[in-house]
């Protein structure tokens, strides 16, 4: 009875997570390409009354990184290239760790262990690509050192979440091979760590590309 409330509360802290990033990714393309049309007037309040936090108008510096100066060797070119890669790679292990989250919620609430065979691709798949999603971010935002509060949380959470995955990963097979409920707990609470921590680095990260107040009702 434990396990079932603590992993539907889980279940809701999802639920809001797949509503928080659908408004976070909505349209982006389209509102960076009404802002690079329109120059906003000097000491104008920008994207409807929103404060940029310190920092913020680079965007994860991905601006500053693809405005061209002139042209460039090839490793400042193949560096900015690699970051430029992190938005797009980045929504793979988000929505793998996730729906791997709510495969085990289903297969306890439905009483289907079935369900939870595939947990195990999924979980191996979303561990892996994370890696790869943490270093292209690391292009992205370069080293540390200058960034803003939000910069700095959202850089080592999202290196945290690639070593949560790497553990759960562990935890799942770890439990998959020896069974018992000592190693299901361990699983369940690792995999809960890094579903929680997705969720608000992915907000940390709409507010970097949209401002701090893009949720705002």
């Known amino acids: 009875m434990v396990m079932r409330r603590y992993l539907s509360a889980l279940a809701l802290v999802l639920a809001l997570a797949f509503t928080g990033s659908a408004f976070a990714h909505e349209d982006h393309e389209k509102e960076a390409a009404a802002r690079s049309a329109v120059a906003a007037p000097a000491g104008a309040v920008p994207e409807g009354g929103m ?3 310190p920092g913020m108008g680079q965007d994860m510096d991905h601006a500053a ?3 061209s100066e002139g042209p460039r060797p090839m490793p400042q070119r193949l560096y900015r290239w690699l970051g430029a890669m992190h938005p797009a790679a980045v929504h793979f292990p988000i929505a793998l760790f996730l729906v791997a989250a709510l495969l ?11 369900l939870t065979q595939g947990t195990r691709v999924i979980i191996a798949l979303a561990a892996i690509s994370s890696i790869a999603a943490v ?12 960034d803003d509060a939000i910069h700095a949380y959202h850089r080592w959470l999202g290196t945290s979440i690639a070593a949560l995955g ?3 990963w562990w935890a799942k097979e770890h439990w998959v091979r020896r069974p018992g409920r000592g190693r299901e707990l361990i699983y369940v609470g690792l995999l809960t760590l890094t579903a929680g921590a997705v969720i608000v680095n992915g907000l940390l990260g709409g507010m970097l590309t949209h401002g701090v107040r893009h949720l705002m009702f």
């Open 51 to 53: 404060l940029a936090m």
């Open 65 to 67: 990184m693809t405005a």
């Open 104 to 114: 085990e919620i289903a297969a306890l609430a439905l009483r289907r262990p079935v």
């Open 135 to 146: 270093a292209l971010g690391w292009f992205a935002m370069g080293l540390p050192g200058k």
């Open 166 to 168: 790497l553990l759960s």
